[in-house]
């Protein structure tokens, strides 16, 4: 009898591997992957914003008021961030999406200290070779977006 238990078990363990291939968006999400939308997911996705130092958090974007730098922010954008926070930035099975209100409502300087240390633990690369310039533009971009929007709210039309 005890031989049929652990037959059986193994049967129910490889069928719940299977499941998981199968069908993993739906596996992900009760793991707490960054495509739950819980309010709970939500704040623990979003925690590493509230890790920015209060020095690095009040940096001012020196490139806030320049419009090339939404531009070439999405051009960066494309290249290096969209394969994880998808096309639009609206977040994806590897990471959140940057049109969500902790983000949006993050200071620039925030972004920034992110961009530039990463969050190595959750899968976010730390960018700080990228030039300081175009951690900025990445930055100008990310603030131009806006919820529902196929294009940054200051990009050229």
Known sequence: ???????????????????????????????????????????????????????????????????????????????????CHGEMAEGGRKAPSL?????QQATPGTLFWILTNGVVRRGMPVWSKLPEPERWQLVTYIKSLQPGEKTPKSAPQ
Request: include cysteine; glycine fraction near 6%; hydrophobic fraction near 45%.
């Open 1 to 83: 009898m005890n031989g049929k238990k652990i037959i059986f078990a193994s049967l129910l363990i490889s069928m719940a591997v299977a499941a998981e291939l199968v069908f993993p968006p739906a596996f992900a999400q009760k793991r707490g992957s960054a495509s739950n939308g819980s309010p709970s997911n939500q704040e623990d996705v979003y925690a590493p914003l509230g890790k920015a130092p209060k020095k690095a958090a009040a940096r001012r974007n020196p490139m806030e008021n320049d419009s090339d730098a939404v531009s070439a922010g999405g051009n960066l954008f494309a290249e290096h961030c969209a394969e």
């Open 99 to 103: 049109l969500a209100d902790p983000v």
